[in-house]
């Protein structure tokens, strides 16, 4: 049995509707490998499948400026993928999704299907790593793969500030299964192709 861990968040919630939120983070979870999703096929994916790899997490948006992002991913990705690097994509319609004057639902960033998506990613970005169904990273419906990332104690986490800002979010899990890095959706990936980073984080085997 995993140990069960907590954290409450407090945040504005995006949207700019103001209002306060807490969540609840407790999960059971030991680690990353624990988790289990749906990939955007529906096939439910035991996250043990990456124990050994380096993985960068990412919750994507492609209708979003910051998606200027995927080509420097790209490259990382080509790059280091044979020494164990590993991105995921998590799609969210979290962010952005506005109403109409008839209160209608808009979709923002992430619109359409998860199926719709998907092809969008391969066809229009030629993004070859893994696409996962969409999640949701913020709120009292939080993903249980957010609610494990957002628990973890960081120089730039804690159980007071841990909500998630925007999409293109980063996280780095270790070999181990571990988060070990948190990036905001301002820090382009090609930042990490450096020795005190990728080079680390592939190299060392905690």
Known sequence: MGKAL???????WPGGTGASQHDDLTHSFDSFHD??????DGNMINFS???????????????????RQIPPTIALYNKYKDQGFEVLYFPSKQ????????????EGQEPGTIQETQQAYREEFHVEWPIFDYVTC?????SDVYKFLRSAQLKNQHSEKNSIEWNFGKFIVNRKG?????????VSPD????????????RTTE
């Open 6 to 12: 907590s954290a409450i968040a407090t945040y504005l």
């Open 35 to 40: 988790i289990s999703r749906k990939d955007a």
């Open 49 to 67: 499948k990456y124990k050994g790899q380096v993985v960068m997490v990412v919750n994507s948006a492609r209708k979003w400026g910051k998606r």
């Open 95 to 106: 962010f952005g999704t506005s109403k109409d004057k008839n209160g209608n639902k808009v």
């Open 138 to 142: 913020n709120g009292p419906e939080t």
């Open 178 to 186: 571990q988060v070990i890095k948190r990036y905001g959706p301002g």
């Open 191 to 202: 930042t990490f192709d450096c020795d005190e980073k990728i080079v680390e984080w592939l």
